[in-house]
């Protein structure tokens, strides 16, 4: 027994498909490109900023060690004027790790999901409410006897 066989589609691509598939190509590259570029400047910034908090907590180690010998008020100033600026570069380093551009795609799903639950929840509260089942009356003993 033979299957008839089906002819192979031709596999050389319409000239208007390859140039829209070399579009989206090279539009893929271009964003390759450009997410790599962001993605470079970050991590430079990145060691940059971890290099001046490394400086910053030596000047304060240094700072703090100058007042416990005295007692002034410039050096309190600098001192609150580098926990600052360690502060701030904190934050900057944090953040590599958290934006809310990571969050978007959770938010959405969050809603979604959840919406639909609140929807389904009070849809079956609505219909459960509106025709209730009544249960049967089992009677107690007192009732039963004569």
Do not use: C
């Not at 299957?3 to 050389?12: H, N, R, T």
């Amino acid at each position: 027994m033979t299957l008839p066989q089906e002819p192979l589609p031709d596999s050389s691509p319409v000239e208007g498909d390859a140039s829209l598939t070399t579009a989206e190509f090279e539009q893929a590259i271009a964003t390759a490109e450009h997410s790599l570029h962001a993605l470079k400047e970050r991590y430079t910034q990145v060691q940059q900023d971890e290099q001046k908090q490394a400086q910053l907590q030596a000047q304060k180690a240094a700072i703090k060690q100058q007042l416990q010998h005295r007692r002034s008020p410039e050096l309190n100033a600098e001192l609150i004027r580098i926990q600052t600026q360690l502060d701030d570069l904190a934050v900057s380093l944090e953040s590599q790790l958290f934006s809310w551009g990571s969050l978007r795609e959770p938010f959405w799903q969050i809603v979604r999901f959840g919406g639909l639950g609140i929807i389904i929840g009070w849809s079956l509260a609505f219909v459960v409410l509106r025709n209730p089942t009544p249960t049967p009356r089992v009677p107690t003993p007192t009732e039963q006897s004569p």
